[in-house]
């Protein structure tokens, strides 16, 4: 049974910072890419951040490249989304991902197993 549990969501002004972790337990990890992905309320769930196997390469949607940094420790199953200079459009549940390919990819259809989301919530 593959597992993946969110951590590190909640309250913060923007401007600030968070990070986020999520820790995978079955039979994946080192092998697969991992990444983020969010549902702001009222609208769809949109790519945040992927990161191949091998953390040797990683993929960014525009609206948080340079702002936003995914990592991942293969020796601890984790991933970890680090998240600077906050906005209050970053709010959203944020969801942790493995995709189907140890490579970097960007649409949700081509996601093999989904968290169950940690909430993020950036006051003005």
């Known amino acids: 049974q593959v597992q993946l549990v969110e951590s590190g969501g909640g309250l913060v002004q923007a401007g600030g910072s968070l990070r986020l972790s999520c820790v995978a337990s079955?039979?994946?990890?080192?092998?697969?890419?991992m990444g983020w992905f969010r549902r702001a309320p009222g609208k769809e769930r949109e790519f945040v951040a992927t990161?191949?196997?091998?953390?040797?390469?990683?993929n960014y949607a525009a609206s948080v490249k340079g702002r936003f940094t995914i990592s991942r420790d293969n020796a601890e199953s984790t991933v970890y989304l680090q998240m600077n200079n906050l906005k209050t459009e970053d709010t959203a549940v944020y969801y942790c991902?493995?995709?189907?390919?140890?490579?970097?990819?960007?649409?949700?259809?081509?996601?093999?197993?989904w968290g169950k989301g940690t909430l993020v919530t950036v006051s003005s």
């Open positions: 991902a493995v995709g189907f390919r140890s490579s970097v990819w960007s649409s949700g259809a081509s996601v093999r197993y």
């Open positions: 079955g039979s994946i990890f080192s092998a697969d890419g």
């Open positions: 990161i191949s196997g091998s953390g040797a390469t990683t």
